[in-house]
């Protein structure tokens, strides 16, 4: 089963930008991996932020941007808010199943 | 709007089989092109990729649960299913049912809210 790594955490100044990453044991990731990213606080279900690498929710901050860069998938949060500080996923597919990364710790201060 | 809500047991024995049903609202299960999945966190750890479900009843599994893991879907009530045999305290988490992968399109990952479910005599 592959293995999908992400930062195990970072750092960020209020208003500044942060860039987390996600990456495949088997390569690099492609759109066909159809890269998630998943916001998660403390007592709460994870919340979908970004889809198919780069698509948004209604409810998704517009400061949260994703694509695909140097062979990962990468999450760009651009303007930091307190509220943002939480664990964040990605998820990948693999012919249809799923791995999910090892999350990042976001820390706003 | 879609919404996924889990039901079942939030206490089970070791050895037996953990068993939870996800109903979906908002939505049909069998009128389009989704998969229908579960996945789990255990305290304090990340997320696990459990497994997913077709409406036509194929399913992916994950390879470290494969031999442990049964997921079924009934259309008629709009739900799908997770049992999970020879529990033991490592299958102690939060289960969640979501929708996250798609036969064609986007699926947009909505998830259920999650269910506790704890193993222990």
């Known amino acids: 089963q592959a293995v999908v790594t992400q930062e195990p955490s970072l750092t960020v100044s209020p208003g500044g930008t942060v860039t987390l990453t996600c990456g495949s044991s088997t390569g690099a990731v492609t759109s066909g991996h159809y890269p998630y990213w998943f916001q998660q606080k403390p007592g709460q279900a994870p919340r979908t932020l970004i889809y198919d690498t780069s698509n948004k929710h209604s409810w998704t901050p517009a400061r949260f941007s994703g694509s695909l860069l140097g062979g990962k998938a990468a999450l760009t949060l651009s303007g930091a808010q307190p509220e943002d500080e939480a664990e964040y996923y990605c998820?990948?597919?693999?012919?249809?199943?799923?791995?999910f990364g090892t999350g990042t710790k976001v820390t706003v201060l | 709007q879609l919404q996924l809500q889990e039901s079942g047991p939030g206490l089970v024995k070791p050895s037996e089989t953990l068993s939870l049903t996800c109903t979906v609202s908002g939505g049909s299960i069998s009128s389009s092109s989704y998969y229908w999945g579960w996945i789990r966190q255990p305290p304090g750890k990340g997320l696990e990729w459990i497994g997913s479900?077709?409406?036509?009843?194929?399913?992916y599994y994950n390879p470290s649960l494969k031999s442990r893991v049964t997921i079924s879907v009934d259309t008629s009530k709009n739900q799908f299913s997770l049992k999970l045999s020879s529990v033991t305290a490592a299958d102690t988490a939060v289960y969640y049912c979501?929708?996250?992968?798609?036969?064609?399109?986007?699926?947009?990952?909505?998830w259920g809210q999650g269910t506790l479910v704890t193993v222990s005599s």
């Open positions: 998820l990948l597919s693999y012919s249809g199943a799923g791995v």
């Open positions: 479900i077709y409406y036509s009843g194929s399913t």
């Open positions: 979501a929708r996250l992968f798609a036969v064609a399109g986007p699926a947009g990952g909505y």
